[in-house]
């Protein structure tokens, strides 16, 4: 069977990551994974280099104006709307498409017809013809980035998209984390890592964690993720807390992700010599005998002998 998945690719690039793994090893479920992997990995390509120019400001609070192009982009990525909708309020979200058979959205903005449609036909090809029988649940183990619209939403312009897998694993998730230029550290709240790691055990708190106005907040524990970046993997720590938001990156991997740029510090050039002036201090008439008086020496009466 592994021979016969291996025969059937279409994708060098494919081909080229399987023959470096181990001909024990290489089996058939491994042979799919690496594929989905692969077209995921090329898809997040696509997907950043949409955002290339969409950086944070240095101050992630202050407003600014968006450009004519990104207005014209930020249309609904689910529905086909001119304004992006808030996922709840969408039309589109309980709808089903007719074209890759997804909930969520409609088939005129369905990317299958577009990139995606090749990308699916091959990695469904080396997939056995039962599969198509199971389930959805059986369906999510691969990575789908088809109904992800990456173009921030102008009420919560600090949301990024955040692929990140555990470096004991190869799948890869994406959720939605807040950019935060003023964090110290990377947060992930609770109950997103039990839905995704479950009872998987956590390191040892790494830092102490004060909110606003030094405001302690309750740190359960951290964990080592790997953070992708179209070809590029950044290994960043993340403290959980037991809050009910949204994951957070810090100043540091936001810089490095991307996500946010800091123009350069210049050192200061002195243009002209300091001017040292003369202080004035006034001083009454009896300040001034007294410094007087202090000064002249006493007078010493001395003898001298006459010669006549």
């Given at each position: 069977m592994r021979n016969l998945l291996m025969n059937g690719l279409t994708s060098r690039e494919i081909y080229r990551e399987c023959l470096k793994e181990k001909?024990?090893?290489l089996s058939s479920k491994r042979v799919m994974e690496i594929a989905s992997n692969i077209e995921a990995r090329n898809l997040m390509d696509e997907d950043?280099?949409?955002?290339?120019?969409q950086l944070l400001p240095s101050n992630a609070l202050s407003r600014g104006?968006?450009?004519?192009?990104?207005?014209?982009?930020l249309s609904c990525g689910w529905c086909g709307g001119r304004k992006r909708c808030r996922r709840q309020e969408c039309p589109a979200k309980d709808s089903k498409c007719n074209k890759c058979g997804k909930m969520g959205h409609w088939g005129k903005v369905c990317r299958m017809k577009n990139r995606a449609g090749n990308v699916k036909t091959r990695v469904h090809r080396i997939m056995d013809s039962n599969d198509h029988d199971q389930?959805?649940?059986?369906?999510?183990t691969s990575v789908d980035f088809d109904s992800l619209n990456t173009f921030p939403d102008p009420k919560d312009p600090h949301l990024r998209p955040?692929?990140?897998s555990d470096p004991q694993k190869s799948d890869i998730h994406l959720i939605e984390a807040e950019v935060d230029s003023g964090a110290g550290c990377n947060t992930f709240p609770l109950y997103v890592y039990k839905k995704i790691f479950g009872a998987a055990p956590m390191d040892r708190p790494s830092v102490i964690i004060k909110a606003y106005g030094d405001q302690p907040v309750r740190?359960?524990?951290?964990?080592?993720?790997m953070l992708?970046?179209?070809k590029r993997i950044l290994q960043y720590r993340f403290q959980i807390c037991d809050v009910r938001k949204n994951p957070i990156i810090g100043r540091q991997a936001s810089e490095e992700m991307g996500y946010i740029s800091f123009p350069p510090v210049k050192q200061p050039i002195l243009l002209s010599k300091p001017i040292v002036q003369e202080v004035y201090t006034i001083t009454t008439k009896m300040q001034a005998t007294e410094k007087i008086s202090a000064k002249k020496p006493s007078l010493q009466h001395s003898t001298r002998s006459c010669h006549h």
């Amino acid at each position: 069977m592994r021979n016969l998945l291996m025969n059937g690719l279409t994708s060098r690039e494919i081909y080229r990551e399987c023959l470096k793994e181990k001909a024990d090893q290489l089996s058939s479920k491994r042979v799919m994974e690496i594929a989905s992997n692969i077209e995921a990995r090329n898809l997040m390509d696509e997907d950043l280099s949409d955002m290339a120019n969409q950086l944070l400001p240095s101050n992630a609070l202050s407003r600014g104006s968006p450009s004519t192009n990104s207005s014209k982009s930020l249309s609904c990525g689910w529905c086909g709307g001119r304004k992006r909708c808030r996922r709840q309020e969408c039309p589109a979200k309980d709808s089903k498409c007719n074209k890759c058979g997804k909930m969520g959205h409609w088939g005129k903005v369905c990317r299958m017809k577009n990139r995606a449609g090749n990308v699916k036909t091959r990695v469904h090809r080396i997939m056995d013809s039962n599969d198509h029988d199971q389930s959805d649940e059986d369906d999510a183990t691969s990575v789908d980035f088809d109904s992800l619209n990456t173009f921030p939403d102008p009420k919560d312009p600090h949301l990024r998209p955040l692929w990140f897998s555990d470096p004991q694993k190869s799948d890869i998730h994406l959720i939605e984390a807040e950019v935060d230029s003023g964090a110290g550290c990377n947060t992930f709240p609770l109950y997103v890592y039990k839905k995704i790691f479950g009872a998987a055990p956590m390191d040892r708190p790494s830092v102490i964690i004060k909110a606003y106005g030094d405001q302690p907040v309750r740190n359960l524990g951290s964990k080592l993720l790997m953070l992708h970046i179209g070809k590029r993997i950044l290994q960043y720590r993340f403290q959980i807390c037991d809050v009910r938001k949204n994951p957070i990156i810090g100043r540091q991997a936001s810089e490095e992700m991307g996500y946010i740029s800091f123009p350069p510090v210049k050192q200061p050039i002195l243009l002209s010599k300091p001017i040292v002036q003369e202080v004035y201090t006034i001083t009454t008439k009896m300040q001034a005998t007294e410094k007087i008086s202090a000064k002249k020496p006493s007078l010493q009466h001395s003898t001298r002998s006459c010669h006549h």
